[in-house]
């Protein structure tokens, strides 16, 4: 992870850690970027690149300073508007853009925002180009054999031009509901928009494939996205799933990349259950390339044993779903994802897509005749206790003796039904501990062990 950058783009509170200015930037020199790099491919027309946003205040800001930054340095900005994260991914693929931006926080409050750029392959962006852009922040980037504190203007004819492209948006609603492979009539379905950039897209979907839809939390007014609504707050998609009788929820986050489920009595099905039964789905068909899936090492226990025994082998990546899709792509797989519902098909997206995920678990019901609990049921969730701890020094206190010493101890008293793991936050000055085993009182019991020992560190 860079300065500004982290696993999934720039993010922090608007105009505090990510300003107007920042955008302005970022859009100058990825505008000034590609059009140099398709004049060195001996291209003359201009560079093209689509941005999107979700409903948040301050997107409108930072919408307005990446165009603009874009324009002046002499490429093209065409605007999506209000969509999702993963709607950018797939537009720059399937219409040919040189890069593609999104302004999202994701599941952040309101109040924060991001950043987050794509390549011309939809695939978040290379480290290298990454590299450019936070040395051009901070005054300074060597690109192309020269060094530039600030990148040339585009002058006359050759200034830039915005385009609003709602119409990419729209065909990728189309893309969506043409991966439909059965009909949805006579499911009542329940859609929790988290008052982000769902609410304009996911019903439509639904209600085009059959279904009988409900929306919950689809009345964004920019400062309500994720405020007690979608995938990060799922009671009330429990509670509305049981109250009216209906088959099934499916709740998005912000930007609409990650999704998890509810079933027909209200449990929620999140996204380990969703790789678990998916995958079963595909080894059934033949169509699980290498009969191995992608998971993190967040992953529940419970998954790796269900996937034991169907048969189904697993590999584990770090957290975040940008080293999910990095094996897949090295590996050649078809499906990993992440427990918090970032899951990836590869062979429709190369990112998490929340609708696109809510799709496949409806193929995945109707084609094997069941409902959501009976399909999810199969993978037995073992209790998990997960504590994060601030410290002042996460290496220090990763690497103190006695702490070592209690992480071993908690590992042979779990043994082979268990796991515990400890691992520093990439982005706060906290250090997570987490334990699973057959029951919440050992897990408990291991992971205060562990943390005792923390706590006696002097930071």
Not at 89 to 117: E, Q, T, Y
Not at 202 to 226: C, M, Q, R, W
Request: net charge negative.
């Amino acid at each position: 992870m860079g300065k500004y950058f982290g696993t999934d783009g720039f993010r922090g509170e608007a105009n505090e850690q990510l300003t107007a200015e920042h955008a302005f930037k970022i859009g100058r020199f990825l505008g000034w970027y590609y059009q140099e790099k398709k004049k060195y491919a001996g291209e003359n027309s201009p560079a093209r690149i689509v941005i999107g946003k979700d409903t948040r205040r301050s997107g409108y800001m930072f919408e307005y300073a990446l165009s603009g930054g874009i324009v002046a340095s002499g490429a093209d900005a065409y605007l999506l508007h209000v969509t999702t994260t993963p709607s950018v991914a797939h537009v720059v693929r399937a219409d040919g853009f040189d890069c593609g931006v999104m302004i999202s926080a994701s599941h952040n409050p309101f109040s924060d925002n991001g950043i987050k750029l794509f390549n011309s392959q939809g695939e978040k962006m290379d480290e290298e180009t990454i590299g450019f852009i936070e040395a051009y922040l901070d005054g300074e980037v060597s690109v192309y054999g020269q060094t530039f504190s600030e990148v040339p203007y585009a002058k006359g004819e050759h200034i830039g031009r915005t385009v609003d492209y709602v119409a990419g948006r729209n065909r990728y609603v189309g893309y969506l509901i043409s991966l439909g492979v059965y009909s949805f009539k006579g499911y009542k379905i329940a859609l929790d928009c988290a008052n982000g950039s769902a609410w304009l897209i996911a019903k439509n979907v639904f209600d085009a494939l059959g279904a009988t839809t409900y929306t919950l939390h689809a009345e964004p007014n920019g400062t309500n996205i994720n405020d007690k609504a979608g995938s990060t707050h799922i009671q009330s998609l429990q509670k509305f799933v049981v109250e009216n009788g209906l088959d099934l929820g499916f709740a998005y986050d912000g930007d609409a990349d990650r999704c998890l489920c509810v079933d027909e009595k209200g449990n929620v099905v999140d996204g380990d259950h969703i790789l678990y039964i998916y995958a079963k789905y595909m080894q059934e068909r033949d169509k699980l390339l290498g009969n191995t899936i992608v998971a993190t090492v967040m992953s529940n226990f419970g998954l790796f044993k269900a996937l034991d025994d169907a048969g189904i082998a697993y590999e584990k990546t770090a957290v975040g779903d940008k080293y999910v899709y990095e094996r897949m792509s090295e590996k050649g797989y078809l499906l990993g994802g992440e427990q918090s519902g970032h899951i990836i098909f590869a062979k429709y997206a190369c990112t998490g897509d929340g609708i696109l995920t809510s799709l496949k678990i409806m193929q995945a019901m109707i084609a094997k005749k069941s409902t959501l609990g009976k399909l999810a049921g199969e993978m037995k969730k073992y209790p998990q206790v997960l504590e994060n701890e601030r410290v002042a020094d996460k290496e220090k206190v990763l690497k103190d003796e006695a702490v070592q010493n209690a992480i071993r101890q908690a590992e042979e008293r779990l043994g082979a039904s268990g796991r515990v793991l400890v691992r520093p936050s990439g982005t706060e000055p906290v250090i997570r501990v987490m334990a699973e085993a057959e029951s919440e009182q050992l897990c408990r019991e291991c992971v205060d062990g562990i943390l005792s020992e923390m706590r006696k560190i002097k930071n």
